[in-house]
Nanobody, 132 residues
């Protein structure tokens, strides 16, 4: 069964760090574009913000402007897992973080992979709350 499972969220103090994991099962993760998104209260699924993504179309890592310089996305092929390391967290980083994969290959039609519409499989999300 194809599945993505995020973990690692929780309550973090402002200025702190967190590492999120996204474990894939039922498929090989490194064959597909993978992205991290976050959704804040009051926003719809289509309004999820692209945080980071690794594109198989061009082999590049992309980071959202609001998090650039504070996050690192990585992949462990042996564990079939991608990670999102976030540092210097701010209250505005609070949200539910999702990982997603692009099985249909739509990422090649866009300038970058930080777009919700690229992805067709999503995990259940993990909550990150940053206290001030």
């Amino acid at each position: 069964q194809v599945q993505l499972a995020e973990s690692g969220g929780g309550l973090v103090q402002s200025g702190g760090s967190v590492r999120l994991s996204c474990a894939a099962s039922g498929f090989t993760l490194d064959r597909y574009t993978v992205g991290w998104f976050r959704q804040v209260p009051g926003k719809e699924r289509e309004e999820r913000e692209g945080v980071s993504c690794l594109s198989v179309s061009d082999g590049r890592l992309y980071y959202g402007d609001s998090v650039k310089g504070r996050i690192t996305m990585s992949r462990d092929n042996a564990k079939n897992t991608v990670y999102l390391q976030m540092t210097n967290l701010k209250p505005e980083d609070t949200g539910v973080y999702y990982c997603a994969t692009d099985f249909s290959g739509d990422s090649e039609y866009y300038a970058d992979c930080l777009r919700v519409r690229v992805y067709d499989r999503w995990g259940q999300g993990t909550q990150v709350t940053v206290s001030s």
